[in-house]
């Protein structure tokens, strides 16, 4: 048979079991949660659209330096990031050109075609609606000439390709079908060509506004505004294509 422990020993365990912390079945969720790993380089911040800054960074770049020679750290640069950020979001610099196109470009002349639209098949307010559709294009985004013209127009231009297979179907070409259809039944001059109207309207707009700067120097004037240019190629087509354009 076991001993038992003397009185005085048998006292102090008892007084150390009386205060002795209780054990704890289950812990806090902060005792037993993981430490939170780092967010990920490169990884988009919360709370942030961050993909249409990009955009919109890249696009600046685009306009004030040109397509080729901007390469993804310039957009990220702009934007205020770092370059993996732009990489997390697009993965190459071909990609982003593409989003700009998509997302910035052809929207704003997916709203010209449905301003023109508009005008129905009187070539009048045909002519008179493009002229329209791009003062107001160009008032809400002043950068759009000069990047046609450098993009599309130029030889080796980054966009000409966008211009042959996307936008030439959206509005030149429709263009110059209502113009045709206007000119066989008589309501348009029949030594006018329809396609090269359609030249003509873009030359006589989007030319002189990316070039008005120049043509203010040289002329000393500051008055060479949209709604002088817009008064007169409507007066300068108005007979050529047989119509007042009051």
């Not at 422990?5 to 037993?32: I, M, S």
């Not at 110059?176 to 348009?188: D, N, V």
């Not at 030359?203 to 007169?232: K, N």
Request: hydrophobic share 50%.
């Amino acid at each position: 048979m076991a001993r038992r422990p003397p009185p005085k020993a048998r006292a102090a365990a008892a007084a150390k079991a009386a205060t002795a912390k209780p054990a704890v079945a289950n812990p806090p969720a902060a005792q037993t949660r993981r430490p939170r790993k780092p967010r990920a380089p490169g990884r988009p911040a919360a709370g942030t659209d961050q993909r249409a800054e990009l955009l919109d960074g890249a696009l600046r770049c685009f306009v004030r330096g040109g397509i080729a020679t901007t390469p993804l750290r310039a957009i990220a640069a702009e934007a205020g990031v770092t370059p993996a950020l732009v990489n997390y979001y697009f993965g190459s610099r071909e990609r982003v050109v593409d989003a700009v196109v998509e997302e910035r470009l052809l929207p704003l002349l997916g709203g010209m075609r449905g301003a023109v639209d508009g005008a129905g098949d009187d070539p009048a307010r045909l002519v008179a609606g493009f002229v329209a559709a791009v003062g107001a294009l160009v008032a809400a985004h002043p950068w759009f000439p000069a990047l046609w013209v450098r993009e599309v127009l130029s030889e080796g231009g980054a966009l000409r390709g966008m211009l042959i297979e996307r936008i030439g179907p959206m509005l030149p070409q429709q263009l110059a079908k209502r113009f045709a259809s206007a000119q066989a039944r008589g309501a348009l001059n029949p030594d006018l060509d329809p396609r090269l109207l359609v030249v003509s309207l873009i030359g006589l707009t989007l030319f002189p506004i990316a070039g008005r700067p120049l043509w203010q120097q040289i002329f000393a004037t500051g008055d060479l505004g949209f709604d002088v240019l817009q008064r007169h190629v409507l007066t300068l087509l108005a007979r050529g294509l047989e119509f007042d354009h009051a």
